[in-house]
């Protein structure tokens, strides 16, 4: 379910205790970041036990389940269960986290995480590094209903943990405060945020949390591409089986553009910022659901355009089938957010974390504009487009930020009208 995958979470058994099953019935979902897997079983046969339930967060390598092949499987290839590790089946147990008790009203500390059953293996990490259960109370937690992860407490700990010396509220009367206002949210009918926008709002409000954007902006004409790709998609597809869109180009310039602007290709750790070797450009892509997800294109700067339009066509069909495995979704080092395939003309994107920058591009559009030809200035139908990059101004300055958006710009009207495919 991908190398980075450290635990996943699981939506639901499909097969109960005492059913059975044939080779290749999925026995239950799991959820790892925003993808959800099935998992089929490897042979024929009966649950025997399930050892975790619904919505019980499992770390990678633990057994999930015991099951008895057939007959006519073990004959084939013998699973045998030794018997101690069927006895320690038999005997293991699932822990209840213990509630932990709230802050005091003494020292007012604000809470993050609603959810404090913090699991033992969070108690066992949280005494390792001194953190308080006030301290965890105030980490935020990504995990379902609101449980803190072993993920949350790790990022918070190399965030520097902010919230170590968090001093009590004071009661200062000229000090601002929240105002506590009881809007009118109006009558309707409501509808329960899935797991995944509830994972998207959380990611978004972080990410402007800890990033000041910034968003520059400039107007590209696309003419030459956009006559290039209209007089060669037919001929590219019928040679190379591939449809031809505009987002292969779209990434192969902007490829271009981060290696001439390495900084951009970043992410921040601390007071050190980290500048990544490989150029990997993530796509924002709508799901049928609504949502968005983010699969990336490893290694862009290193393929040509057939190559290229194989890896987005492919990502693009598994998004659009529910299909993307964990690692189609992992690396990303540069975003692109097609917002024109909507209709927009322009965008304010909020920068995919940990990256410290992200590109929009607005629709295409034909527009009458000003071009200097041999006879001097004349009036001429052109395909333009508007680009936005919002960036990180702890580290990416208005000189970066302008000059990468720019040089973007410069490769999409610069493009080659006699490129051979």
């Known amino acids: 379910m991908g190398e980075s995958i450290t635990e996943g979470t699981i939506i639901n058994w499909l097969i109960n205790e005492g059913d059975s099953f044939d080779e290749g019935d999925i026995i239950l979902e799991v959820a790892t970041d925003k993808v959800d897997n099935e998992v089929p079983a490897p042979a024929s046969g009966t649950m025997v036990k399930t050892m975790f339930q619904a919505k019980d ?3 990678v390598g633990e057994i999930l389940a015991i ?4 007959e006519e499987v073990k004959s084939k290839k013998e699973t045998v269960i030794p018997s101690e590790a069927k006895e320690s089946h038999k ?3 699932v822990s209840t986290p213990k509630p932990v008790q709230q802050p005091t009203a003494s020292t007012s500390f604000s809470v993050n995480n609603t959810n404090t059953f913090f699991s033992p293996l969070i108690i066992k990490i949280a005494k390792e590094h ?10 935020p937690a990504t995990g379902n209903e609101g449980r803190l992860r072993k993920s949350d407490v790790f990022s918070y700990i190399e965030d520097g943990r902010p919230f170590k010396f968090a001093q009590a509220v004071t009661q200062d009367p000229t000090a601002y405060r929240i105002p506590q206002l009881n809007f009118d949210k109006g009558k309707g009918k409501v509808i329960e945020m899935d797991r995944m926008r509830q994972m998207i709002a959380d990611h978004m409000v972080y990410s402007k949390h800890t990033s000041p954007h910034v968003t520059a902006y400039v107007e590209a004409d696309l003419t030459n591409m956009v006559n290039w790709r209209n007089a060669n998609k037919v001929a590219f597809e019928k040679k190379y089986g591939e449809r031809l869109t505009f987002t292969p180009l779209f990434v192969e310039a902007v490829a271009k553009a981060v290696k001439d602007y390495p900084n951009i290709n970043a992410s921040v750790d601390g007071n050190n910022i980290i500048v990544k070797e490989d150029i990997n450009i993530g796509m924002a892509t709508a799901l049928p659901s609504g949502n968005l997800i983010v699969p990336v294109v490893k290694n862009a700067d290193t393929q040509d355009l057939k190559q290229l339009a194989a890896n987005v066509n492919e990502l693009a069909n598994k998004a659009r089938e ?5 690692d189609d979704i992992k690396g990303s080092t540069f975003t692109i957010s097609n917002v024109g395939t909507f209709g927009s003309v322009m965008g304010t994107p909020i920068i995919n974390q940990p990256e410290v920058a992200i590109l929009a591009l607005g629709i295409i559009k034909k527009r009458p504009e000003v071009i200097s030809t041999e006879k001097g200035d004349e009036i001429a139908i052109r395909s333009m487009m508007y680009l936005s990059l919002s960036f990180d101004h702890r580290v990416v300055d208005g000189f970066l930020g302008g000059s990468f958006v720019r040089r973007v710009a410069d490769y999409f009207e610069q493009f080659d009208v006699d490129r051979k495919i």
């Open 57 to 59: 967060v499992v770390p």
């Open 67 to 70: 099951l008895e092949v057939s």
């Open 91 to 93: 005997e293991k147990k």
């Open 130 to 139: 001194h953190i308080s259960f006030e301290e965890l109370a105030r980490i």
């Open 322 to 326: 529910n299909k993307l495995a964990g």
